[in-house]
């Protein structure tokens, strides 16, 4: 998989927010993101596998600062982005 974008590319300790990952070939991927203080639910794929969706929940003590996110499947792991929690 190959991420291009990340939306948005921040948010607040203590949020819950809606992210959309767009890209190529993320078909059957599972998100990473590292770092504590921050869950993932609701992950899904277009049918093309251009588009990443889930929602991630910040806990008011999550690490402040830039998180790194990728996408995983059988094809391998994608390119990193940044996610920068406030």
């Known amino acids: 998989p190959s991420i291009s974008s990340i939306t948005p590319i921040s948010a607040s300790a203590g949020s819950t927010v809606p992210l959309t990952l767009t890209g190529t070939q993320f078909f059957a991927s599972q998100i990473a993101v590292l770092g504590s203080g921050i869950t993932v639910s609701n992950?899904?794929?277009?049918?093309?596998?251009?588009?990443?969706t889930c929602t991630l929940t910040i806990?008011?003590?999550?690490?402040?600062?830039?998180?790194?996110?990728?996408?995983?499947?059988?094809?391998?792991?994608?390119?990193?982005?940044?996610?920068t929690v406030n």
């Open 43 to 52: 992950q899904a794929v277009n049918g093309s596998g251009t588009t990443f």
């Open 59 to 83: 806990t008011a003590g999550a690490t402040i600062g830039a998180h790194t996110v990728t996408l995983s499947n059988g094809a391998g792991t994608s390119n990193p982005v940044t996610f």
